[in-house]
């Protein structure tokens, strides 16, 4: 079952530019303190990823994984704003840190990154066996949804959860990569090239501090970090021999979550914009491409992780009234 949004989104008057919209959260958004309990979760090869509950924990209750974006978080406004909508509702949520995201390195040389489809699905039998009750869904924001979607796809009609959503997605890698670097959108190349410099770098120092040599060896054959300016920079010369790539090519191919949108059969609504200053156009997937099962709402605006609404002055967030609207609806007890 789906449904249309009961109404258009709308931006705040004052954003109705794609990167207002894109850097009101990060920027501006005062978001709420959350009483969360943080979970560690041991995976099969020996690394971690946290977790962090909110809401209610009976048996029954609902509960929605919430998957952050690239150089984000837990703490991320957004992943903050939907666990409290969720709660709103009476559902339980859970935020996954991917891999070193938690404010702690994380013990191996890989890295998380867009296509690490295989730690969401250890997630998700970890939650399943730990609520085997609970309906359980999962909502991805930007890398997180590719790697949500990606993984959909993979996992065919053994998904494990009842619906999805996924937002602002990177369809296609390597378009993206050349997308962020035209224009202004090159602010944000800047960022993430700080950002995820800073992560490589601090897992560097971690692993020196804790005589970790077999990682730091690891890492010391990437060579100089120095002059990375692009995605393809960095994925070529971090991302792919971290985690097992050819190059950033093959990342590229192997990772994108376009090519895995036909094979999902999990109710699933995707939440785009075509002002996305990440993301080509012609990225977007056909709807020959799509399952039958999946739900494309595309906006005229709304930035990347945007779609602000209300006022400048008391805004609105549009993707988290929808998205527990849309699971709601979509609900199978």
Same mark, same amino acid.
């Given at each position: 079952?789906?449904?249309?949004? +009961?109404? &258009? #989104?709308?931006?705040?008057?004052?954003?109705?530019? &794609?990167?207002?919209?894109?850097?009101?959260?990060?920027?501006?958004?005062?978001?709420?303190?959350? +009483?969360?309990?943080? $979970?560690?979760?041991?995976?099969?090869?020996?690394?971690?990823?946290?977790?962090?509950?909110? *809401?209610?924990?009976?048996?029954? !209750?609902?509960?929605?994984?919430?998957?952050?974006?690239?150089?984000?978080?837990?703490?991320?406004?957004?992943?903050?704003?939907?666990?409290?909508?969720?709660?709103?509702?009476?559902?339980?949520?859970?935020?996954?840190?991917?891999?070193?995201? =938690?404010?702690?390195?994380?013990?191996? &040389?890989?890295?998380?990154?867009? *296509?690490?489809?295989?730690?969401?699905?250890?997630?998700?039998?970890?939650?399943?066996?730990?609520?085997?009750?609970?309906?359980?869904?999962?909502?991805?924001?930007?890398?997180? *949804?590719?790697?949500?979607? /990606?993984?959909?796809?993979?996992?065919?009609?053994?998904?494990?959860?009842?619906?999805?959503v996924a937002v602002s997605v990177p369809f296609r890698l390597d378009q993206c990569a050349?997308?962020?670097?035209?224009? @202004?959108?090159?602010?944000y190349q800047a960022h993430f090239m700080r950002a995820m410099l800073a992560y490589v /770098?601090?897992?560097?120092?971690? #692993?020196?501090?804790?005589?970790?040599?077999?990682?730091?060896?690891?890492?010391?054959?990437?060579?100089?970090?120095?002059?990375?300016? !692009? @995605?393809?920079? #960095?994925?070529?010369?971090?991302?792919?021999?971290?985690?097992? #790539? %050819?190059?950033? /090519?093959?990342?590229?191919?192997?990772?994108? =979550?376009?090519?895995?949108?036909? $094979?999902?059969? !999990?109710? !699933?609504?995707?939440?785009?914009? +075509?002002?996305?200053?990440?993301? @080509? %156009?012609? +990225?977007?997937?056909g709807a020959n491409e799509l399952a039958a099962q999946t739900t494309f709402e595309l906006?005229?605006? *709304?930035?990347?992780?945007?779609?602000?609404?209300?006022?400048?002055?008391? &805004?609105?967030?549009?993707? $988290?009234?929808?998205?527990?609207?849309?699971?709601?609806?979509?609900?199978?007890?």
């Open positions: 079952m789906s449904s249309a949004p +009961s109404s &258009p #989104f709308k931006p705040a008057l004052g954003l109705g530019n &794609p990167h207002m919209q894109t850097l009101w959260g990060p920027l501006w958004r005062k978001s709420a303190a959350l +009483s969360r309990q943080r $979970e560690r979760l041991w995976l099969a090869d020996g690394d971690f990823l946290d977790l962090d509950w909110h *809401g209610p924990h009976e048996a029954t !209750t609902p509960v929605v994984l919430v998957l952050h974006g690239l150089t984000g978080s837990s703490s991320s406004p957004y992943v903050i704003g939907m666990q409290q909508a969720l709660a709103d509702r009476g559902w339980a949520s859970v935020a996954l840190n991917w891999r070193g995201c =938690s404010g702690e390195p994380n013990l191996l &040389p890989r890295s998380y990154h867009s *296509g690490a489809s295989e730690d969401l699905a250890e997630t998700i039998n970890h939650l399943r066996a730990q609520r085997p009750q609970a309906p359980l869904y999962a909502v991805g924001y930007s890398l997180g *949804g590719n790697v949500l979607l /990606k993984h959909l796809g993979e996992a065919g009609s053994t998904s494990q959860l009842q619906a999805a050349d997308r962020i670097g035209l224009g @202004f959108s090159r602010v /770098k601090d897992k560097q120092r971690h #692993f020196q501090h804790h005589g970790h040599h077999e990682g730091l060896a690891v890492l010391e054959r990437l060579g100089s970090l120095e002059n990375l300016r !692009t @995605f393809w920079d #960095f994925d070529g010369r971090v991302t792919a021999p971290l985690n097992g #790539f %050819a190059d950033a /090519k093959d990342y590229y191919r192997r990772a994108s =979550s376009r090519y895995f949108l036909g $094979e999902n059969r !999990t109710p !699933t609504l995707i939440i785009h914009s +075509s002002d996305d200053p990440f993301v @080509f %156009a012609h +990225s977007l997937p906006h005229t605006r *709304g930035g990347h992780v945007g779609f602000v609404d209300g006022s400048v002055r008391n &805004p609105g967030y549009y993707l $988290e009234r929808r998205i527990p609207q849309w699971l709601a609806i979509n609900r199978a007890d």
